[in-house]
């Protein structure tokens, strides 16, 4: 059903400076991180981001560059965010890596959505914003490798393959699960037990 109220756009001025110009990038990636909540990343659509932020879907491009741009950085904060959280689980020694990486992901679906479609986003990036993205990408695997060294006997090259596994696990089982939902699939044990086995798989394979 249309609205009978459709959003207004909001009176922003052009950004003119560079803190200007990142305030309207937060702001969009806030409102782009709440409408994830209840739509896939796959789903989402530039108008509806465009209206939960207030701004003309030429508003949106010109901070963000694209909607594929936006949605890969919501996915680096995710990323931070749960690299934070994975650190602090990896403490408790009872908890091995392989079942400190599965809940931490499990509990974040909005990440393993991202995950999932990111391989689509990241083939539909203008040059500059893959360049950006590279980047984010670098970052995030540097956090990983950091906080898994202590708890893993691996050298450098392993690591990168296990934070490739890793992705590509997340979104393979995410992308099933996907399957048989209407919206966001629960972060449900079922896919938690699944991406331990496969991780905990691997990780031994790297060790042989």
């Not at 932020?53 to 949605?71: I, P």
């Not at 965010?81 to 599965?102: F, T, Y």
């Amino acid at each position: 059903m249309v609205s009978a109220n459709p959003p207004v756009a909001l009176p922003f001025a052009r950004a003119r400076s560079p803190q200007q110009r990142g305030d309207r990038v937060r702001h969009l990636a806030q409102a782009t991180r709440a409408l994830l909540d209840d739509t896939r990343a796959s789903e989402l659509t530039l108008g509806e981001i465009a209206a939960a932020a207030g701004l003309a879907k030429s508003g949106v491009l010109r901070y963000a560059g694209s909607r594929e741009a936006l949605l890969l950085l919501v996915m680096y904060r995710e990323h931070l965010g749960w690299v934070a959280d994975l650190d602090a689980h990896l403490a408790d020694e009872q908890r091995s890596p392989a079942k400190a990486l599965a809940h931490t992901l499990a509990q974040r679906p909005v990440l393993c959505d991202l995950i999932s479609a990111a391989p689509v986003l990241m083939n539909r990036l203008a040059p500059d914003d893959a360049e950006t993205v590279r980047t984010q990408s670098r970052d995030v695997e540097d956090r990983l490798l950091e906080i898994l060294r202590p708890r893993l006997p691996l050298d450098r090259q392993q690591l990168v393959l296990l934070t490739a596994a890793i992705h590509a696990f997340v979104g393979a089982v995410w992308g099933w699960a996907a399957i048989d939902s209407d919206t966001q699939p629960e972060p449900g044990t079922d896919l938690e037990r699944t991406l331990a086995a496969l991780l905990r798989t691997f990780i031994a394979g790297l060790q042989a």
